[in-house]
């Protein structure tokens, strides 16, 4: 399994993240106290005592559950670094998220330059997606007052502002990236620098969608403003 392409869902967060190697840790952890047993290791006196084949195959798969179990181990431990900064992501409004990203991002970095299973640039670039993933479904939470409300029945000022709201984080979104990988700490070997079309396009996108949502507002805003006008001219 840990060999195998992981299947993951399109929208996941960075909690999902640190859910699934604090999983997996728990099953080599679980794994590794089985083959620690009296009878597991009796079992392999007895093989090594036979000179048995089997033996060359065994320590093998050890090897390799090993490292596997110290992988999950170590990911879990530094994915964990941003559980509580990244709270604030699935929780405050998009006009207080600058700041929280700032920090969720700065933390990424030094995973990054640490880490020593995480450091791949294919998986922290798969992390700040799903960091933006996660500011998406706030938005979405933001925009229609967690799912109980549509842009239809609210007070449509009030939405217009949600949605410029939304469309401002893209930008504070991308310049906290920006600021994080300029910005030099220490002796820093490797650059913190990704794909942003990759990292931002799906955010891209969902802000085109709130843009068009905007001025098909505007042009609504505009015809009952001039049918009132018509309408008020037609009276008496």
Known sequence: QSEQLRLETDDAGPQDELEYW??????LTLLVNQINTQPARMTLVTLR??????????????????????????????????????HSIYLEDPSELKESLMRVIHIVKMIYNVS?????????????????????????????????KTIWNQDRQEVE???MQCIKLNQDYKDAYARVKNRKVGKEIREFSFSEKYIFGRFDSFCTRLRNLLSMFKKINLYTRL?????EALLP
Not at 59 to 74: G, L, P, Q
Not at 116 to 135: D, F, G, M
Not at 140 to 148: D, E, F, L, N
Not at 227 to 231: A, D, K, L, Q, V
């Open 161 to 163: 502002e949600k949605l």
């Open 49 to 86: 005592a036979a000179q048995s084949k089997i033996l060359k195959v065994w320590n093998n798969i050890d090897k390799r559950i090993t490292k596997y179990h110290v992988e999950a181990a170590d990911n879990a431990k530094f994915l964990g670094a941003i559980e509580k900064t990244s």
């Open 116 to 148: 020593h299973h995480y450091n791949t640039p294919e998986r922290v670039a798969s992390l700040l997606v799903k960091i933006t993933n996660q500011v998406i479904r706030t938005c979405k939470r933001y925009i229609t007052q967690g799912g109980r």
């Open 227 to 231: 049918f009132n006008e018509r309408m």
């Open 22 to 27: 604090k999983a997996r840790g728990a099953k």
